[in-house]
């Protein structure tokens, strides 16, 4: 029997995982734990997504992690970034820029963090793209869909959405 369990934090009104006998808490599901463990764990069902009323999560995991490469245009809803103070570029521009991006990387997840920290004009260039763990209703809805879709080392196609258009590696 785990001594993990699911509680829900007061303060950021998300799940985290609690061990009862070490006391420790993390944001991220206990690594040695599978997708049935956690599903199976006290409070899933009422905490983690696709838990709510008894329903089964199916395939889904309650969370994902995955890195980014974002191109921001000037119709992207904050078009400035690390790089760039005010970015000009049309989404066409962005989406060519994203498709070079992809050759380039063909399919390695060591070329894709090294483009990430260069090129992405996400923050998250410092980390090689990776945004973390994150749950549904974390992310903007095309990305949340797109990264779901995705097999674990897989990357996904030009994706668009309100910040700009990424490629997406999902990497848990």
């Excluded at 369990?5 to 040695?32: C, L, Q």
């Excluded at 498709?99 to 923050?123: H, M, R, T, V, W």
């Excluded at 995705?150 to 700009?164: A, F, P, Q, R, Y």
């Amino acid at each position: 029997m785990s001594a993990w369990e699911v509680r829900m934090s007061n303060s950021r009104g998300v799940p985290y995982f609690y061990n009862t006998e070490t006391h420790e808490s993390m944001w991220e599901a206990p690594p040695d734990l599978t997708q049935e463990q956690i599903a199976a764990l006290p409070g899933a069902k009422q905490y983690l997504p696709g838990g709510h009323h008894g329903e089964v999560a199916g395939d889904r995991p309650a969370q994902v992690r995955a890195s980014h490469l974002l191109v921001k245009h000037r119709d992207s809803r904050r078009p400035s970034s690390w790089k760039e103070k005010t970015i000009t570029r049309s989404k066409d521009e962005a989406i060519a820029m994203l498709k070079e991006y992809a050759s380039q990387i063909n399919g390695s997840p060591e070329k894709f963090a090294e483009l990430a920290s260069k090129y992405s004009d996400c923050s998250s260039h410092s980390h090689g793209g990776d945004l973390g763990f994150f749950r549904p209703g974390q992310m903007q809805k095309p990305f949340e869909d797109a990264t779901y879709a995705l097999k674990v080392g897989e990357i996904s196609d030009v994706v668009s959405t309100d910040s700009g258009v990424h490629l997406i590696l999902r990497t848990a």
